[in-house]
């Protein structure tokens, strides 16, 4: 397989990788399609310093003009940032961007196949997408779910997002043989808030602990990554209960506005904000930041291994 033809990689993070440094992928998606132009650009560099703080390489990932992008340059993440004709792309619409020459943000999905493109294994996000409420009919269920079952990247988030169904996530994921990893919690995150009621597989006390169940599961030959749940800062989370009651308002207004599918998350996310007076988005920025860090701590452990 040749990849040169499609994929560019930074020197720096291309130095990393060969000299077995330590490397946190992030994705584009929350910079593009999740906030506005300029907090964007001020968040995307205080993810890349968080990273930096902690001893390990950063690398956002991107298509820009048909070539999938493994770190940007100041002035590539600017572009993202100002989303100026920037799809959304999961694994599905890889090949077309490639071939076509166009530029789109990565979600979930895409990252990892990034990621693993160019040799990194630990990736920082948000939250996952997953199994959205209601799939018994509609058969809307996130590619992420699917990456993190062939995809060999961990996956550091703050669990799923709650306008999802959270058991039926964990369940699709046992299906398909991914470890549900708890950073210092027996409880799956949900997101905004620390806990969702569900339990996790492991209860990872310390990142050299998850380290070493990525590195366990990756000498044995088995395939895909793992899912490793990072709660919200105690300060940042809300309220399980308030939060419920927001996405149930949220789902209710995109039904009767007959939103489906791709479009269901963005017009939710946005409601949530609008219905938390913009709470909701100062948390997935602290939390998204959390996770970049704790995600950094995995990662410098990994390489030691």
């Not at 770190?71 to 100002?82: Q, S, W």
């Not at 599918?261 to 219905?275: N, Q, R, S």
Request: net charge negative.
């Amino acid at each position: 397989m040749n990849l040169n033809q499609y994929l560019d990689i930074a020197p720096e993070i291309r130095s990393a990788v060969a000299g077995g440094k330590p490397v946190v992928a992030l994705e584009s998606t929350i910079l593009s399609h999740g906030m506005p132009y300029p907090e964007n650009l001020a968040f995307a560099a205080r993810v890349e310093r968080v990273i930096r703080d902690e001893g390990a390489v950063p690398a956002t990932m991107a298509i820009i003009d048909g070539r999938m992008k493994a770190g940007l340059t100041e002035a590539e993440l600017e572009r993202m940032c100002k989303a100026e004709g920037v799809a959304k792309v999961s694994r599905r619409d890889l090949p077309i961007l490639l071939a076509q020459g166009g530029t789109g943000a990565t979600t979930v999905a895409s990252t990892m196949i990034l990621a693993s493109f160019a040799g990194i294994r630990i990736f920082a996000t948000g939250g996952i997408g997953g199994v959205h409420r209601g799939a018994q009919q509609t058969m809307d269920i996130s590619a992420d779910l699917q990456e993190l079952a062939h995809t060999p990247v961990a996956v550091v988030c703050a669990g799923a997002k709650m306008i999802l169904d959270i058991g039926l996530t964990l369940e699709y994921l046992e299906t398909m043989g991914v470890p549900v990893l708890g950073l210092g919690t027996d409880d799956f995150p949900s997101f905004y808030c620390r806990k969702s009621g569900f339990g996790v597989d492991c209860n990872a006390k310390t990142p050299a602990d998850a380290a070493r169940v990525a590195k366990a599961k990756w000498d044995l030959g088995l395939a895909g990554g793992l899912l490793i749940g990072n709660p919200v800062p105690e300060e940042y989370a809300m309220d399980f209960d308030e939060m419920t009651a927001v996405i149930d308002r949220a789902l209710a207004a995109a039904k009767q506005a007959g939103v489906r599918g791709k479009d269901t998350t963005p017009f939710l996310l946005a409601h949530i904000v609008e219905y938390t007076g913009g709470r909701s988005l100062a948390t997935n920025i602290e939390l998204a930041c959390h996770n970049a860090q704790m995600a950094a701590r995995i990662a410098v452990e990994y390489a030691k291994l």
